[in-house]
């Protein structure tokens, strides 16, 4: 008993390891996980960062292009390039619950992931143990089936026995080699 639970264990541990179902369900949650992400970065602030070179001709001292943008500055070098940056923080302030919204519309998608997965994965445990215990019924129906031939076998030489020492009749062995030959189309 202890040898087929062993086995039974390291089926349902390969099924679960191999199946393509499993790996679809989780495709299903890391996508379902990303999208919360994405959502989450709609809620939250945006900084970038902004860095350029520009050749000036002529005059390199005109210091009327240093400040671009917001937060941003210009630093010039006395052969004609200056290097500059900018700086942008974006907030989302109020987006009328839509964001807020998502986000949690994508949650609830991550939860219903993660459950899909889950009965898959119980699904497969349960086809899995239920195929396994389907080939036990088959094996022991063939060892059943092998003796019930060897049996039969019994029968008929013992038939065929009493038919030649005049004790049976030929129906006997008739009937004897009938059912030796249903038992064997039974187990084939």
Known sequence: MAERIQALTGLLEATLENHEAIRIADE????????????????????????????????????????????????????????GYNFSLTQPLYTGGRALAAYRGAGDLEGSALIGKELTRRD??????????????????????????????????????????????????LRAEVTLSEVKSNLI
């Open 28 to 83: 299903a949650v890391q996508q379902a996980r990303y999208r919360k992400k994405r959502f989450l970065m709609s809620l939250t602030p945006d900084l970038s960062l902004q860095a350029y070179n520009r050749r000036v001709g002529g005059d390199a001292g005109g210091a009327s292009e240093g400040g671009e943008g917001s937060g941003g500055g210009a630093v010039f070098f006395p052969e004609g390039t200056y290097y």
């Open 124 to 173: 497969l445990v349960v086809s899995a143990a239920e195929a396994y215990y389907a080939v036990l019924a088959a094996m022991e129906a063939v060892r059943i089936g092998e003796q019930a031939v060897v049996s039969s076998r019994r029968h008929l030489e013992l038939a065929q026995r009493r038919l030649d020492l005049g004790e049976g009749l030929v129906t006997d062995r």
